[in-house]
């Protein structure tokens, strides 16, 4: 399973030898990500140059990435990081879909993972997702899936919190296909705390 997730790196708490990674960024308000609208050039006017871009195929077209990446720690040196990141992803020079993730606390994307058992593939719709664990941290349109199975119309919702000081992250994927049902859920929970111990959970099956 590919998980078209953002760039994470460790190289500052290995080696203990620095106190930020990457560089800051503004983070996008939801108005500047509007899909299907937002050209790249608008984007990196709000953003400016990007750590990392590339280009790929996804589901045989396409389609160019730009990430974004910062972490800070606290002390000179420091086991503690906060951290955001954002990938946008362009089709012909336009927003296809976004995927942020952050643990600052003024704009943390955590939720409860707990929920996931609440929401049934081929019955939920949008609606109940979004009960449940709210606005995502990203979307994605066709052909930016994390599955084979997706065709045109098909769109993604991503729900992603990494803890770069623990190496946790959890993820959850929503995939919906044109009537808004969810067609395939993507989970997996890693390193994350638990009850305030720092107790590694397995990672959980690839789907439901």
């Given at each position: 399973m590919k998980y078209y997730v953002l760039i994470a790196t460790f190289i500052c708490i290995v080696l203990n030898s620095c106190n930020t990674f990457g560089v800051n960024f503004v983070t996008p308000k939801e108005q500047d990500l509007i899909i299907?609208?937002?050209?790249?050039?608008?984007?990196?006017?709000?953003?400016?140059?990007?750590?990392?871009?590339?280009?790929?195929?996804?589901?045989?077209?396409?389609?160019?990435?730009?990430?974004?990446?910062?972490?800070?720690?606290?002390?000179?040196?420091?086991?503690?990081?906060?951290?955001?990141?954002?990938?946008?992803?362009?089709k012909n020079d336009t927003l296809i879909g976004y995927i942020f993730n952050s643990s600052f606390k003024e704009e943390s994307t955590d939720f409860d993972e707990t929920k996931v058992e609440k929401i049934v593939k081929g019955k939920?719709?949008?609606?109940d997702v979004l009960a449940s664990f709210g606005k995502p941290s990203g979307k994605t349109l066709y052909p930016v899936t994390e599955e084979d199975k997706t065709q045109e119309g098909d769109y993604n919702f991503y729900y992603v919190f990494e803890d770069i000081s623990t190496k946790g992250e959890k993820l959850?994927?929503?995939t919906?296909?044109?009537n808004n049902i969810v067609k395939n859920i993507v989970f997996s929970v890693?390193?994350?705390?638990q009850n305030k111990n720092k107790q590694e959970t397995k990672r959980k099956g690839d789907t439901y």
């Amino acid at each position: 399973m590919k998980y078209y997730v953002l760039i994470a790196t460790f190289i500052c708490i290995v080696l203990n030898s620095c106190n930020t990674f990457g560089v800051n960024f503004v983070t996008p308000k939801e108005q500047d990500l509007i899909i299907g609208i937002t050209t790249k050039q608008i984007l990196l006017n709000k953003l400016k140059k990007p750590i990392k871009s590339s280009k790929d195929l996804r589901n045989g077209q396409m389609v160019e990435s730009l990430y974004y990446y910062y972490a800070i720690g606290q002390g000179a040196i420091t086991s503690t990081y906060s951290s955001k990141a954002f990938t946008a992803f362009f089709k012909n020079d336009t927003l296809i879909g976004y995927i942020f993730n952050s643990s600052f606390k003024e704009e943390s994307t955590d939720f409860d993972e707990t929920k996931v058992e609440k929401i049934v593939k081929g019955k939920s719709s949008q609606e109940d997702v979004l009960a449940s664990f709210g606005k995502p941290s990203g979307k994605t349109l066709y052909p930016v899936t994390e599955e084979d199975k997706t065709q045109e119309g098909d769109y993604n919702f991503y729900y992603v919190f990494e803890d770069i000081s623990t190496k946790g992250e959890k993820l959850i994927v929503f995939t919906f296909g044109s009537n808004n049902i969810v067609k395939n859920i993507v989970f997996s929970v890693e390193n994350m705390e638990q009850n305030k111990n720092k107790q590694e959970t397995k990672r959980k099956g690839d789907t439901y």
